[in-house]
């Protein structure tokens, strides 16, 4: 289910109410189907009975099969995967329904970096928190002791920070959970929207980015790198990771332990780079694909599909580096001839 700390929703709501509102008002297989009460939305992996989800295509087929989801959205040829304690609603346009249910669901989305939830509270600060000049604080707020928050910060609702964290000036913190010994550098931007637009020839439906950024233990973070919030799932960076300056990490990236990620470096959403890989500067990633634990991806590639653990890859597109440098060569001959 989305945090509900950080994603005020509207339910629960009837399934026939929330159509309507949404402006798919017939899309409802029967009556009976159109009172059941829906809580909430949540990828299928961690629905439950009350939750709304959505399977676009066969790529979510196993996802769909073992779903706990109370309903799905689907397209007809999906309809047969759906379990049998899960009500289908079959649109061929299964992911654009679901958008515009969650826009019901969760009006408010979280542009509101301080805005008060509904069950706001002070913020709890522990022992030896020290708050510099300018530093503004949503309401239900927890950091941790010996924590520094520098000059002009804003943390937003509900954001939760360890023990023994620095966190510079003119940082920008929301629908994020920190832990302990978090090193934050100037200007950093933490659960910001994700870039998620449902493209189209008229407007652009913008897609509500309802997740959550996890900094686990241990990490830290270089001047202006932002690092945006899930869809629906986390955004997660693994302990003891450290960040360059000026990187960009899209909604969903799953980064695991000890990887190092140099300056200027773009990972696209849903990337997942495993327990120690080392990016070079300026390395981006397609997104949707996963580098292997150890990896080293060398400055300036471009990753644009998967790649077992160990790789030591380099270029545009990316490749492994041995081929790479023969490519490189052989151009040179071409263009130059051999030259001793």
């Not at 980015?209 to 686990?216: A, D, E, S, T, W």
Request: charged share 20%.
């Amino acid at each position: 289910m989305v945090d509900s700390r950080f994603h005020h929703c509207t339910g629960p709501i009837s399934l026939a109410e929330l159509a309507r509102a949404a402006g798919h008002g017939k899309i409802v297989p029967s009556e009976e189907a159109g009172r059941m009460p829906i809580e909430g939305a949540s990828g299928l992996e961690a629905a439950g009975p009350g939750s709304l989800s959505f399977a676009a295509s066969k790529d979510y087929a196993d996802e769909l099969a073992s779903t706990a989801a109370g309903v799905v959205i689907v397209p007809e040829a999906l309809l047969e995967a759906v379990p049998r304690h899960t009500r289908a609603i079959v649109s061929e346009d299964a992911y654009g329904v679901f958008i515009d249910f969650l826009a019901v669901l969760y009006p408010d989305d979280t542009r509101r970096v301080v805005a008060g939830l509904v069950d706001a509270q002070a913020p709890r600060l522990e022992e030896g928190v020290v708050l510099n000049p300018g530093v503004v604080i949503g309401s239900n707020v927890e950091i941790g002791a010996n924590t520094v928050i520098g000059a002009n910060t804003v943390i937003g609702s509900g954001v939760c920070i360890g023990r023994n964290c620095v966190i510079g000036p003119g940082v920008t913190i929301e629908c994020s959970y920190l832990g302990d010994g978090v090193v934050l550098q100037p200007g950093v931007v933490l659960g910001a929207e994700g870039f998620g637009f449902r493209l189209g020839p008229d407007r652009h439906k913008k897609i509500p980015q309802l997740g959550r950024v996890i900094i686990q233990d241990d990490v830290e973070i270089g001047a202006n790198t932002t690092i945006d919030r899930g869809t629906l799932d986390d955004t997660v960076i693994g302990q003891g990771t450290k960040i360059d300056n000026l990187v960009q990490i899209g909604h969903n990236c799953r980064i695991g332990r000890n990887c190092v990620i140099s300056g200027m470096c773009g990972l696209s959403g849903s990337t997942t780079l495993q327990d120690g890989v080392v990016m070079g500067g300026g390395a981006g990633t397609a997104g949707h694909l996963t580098i292997g634990a150890g990896s080293l991806v060398l400055a300036r590639s471009g990753v644009s599909h998967s790649f077992p653990a160990g790789s030591n890859i380099a270029g545009a597109p990316a490749q492994d580096v041995r081929m790479w440098k023969r490519e490189i060569a052989m151009i040179r001959r071409m263009t130059k001839g051999d030259r001793k």
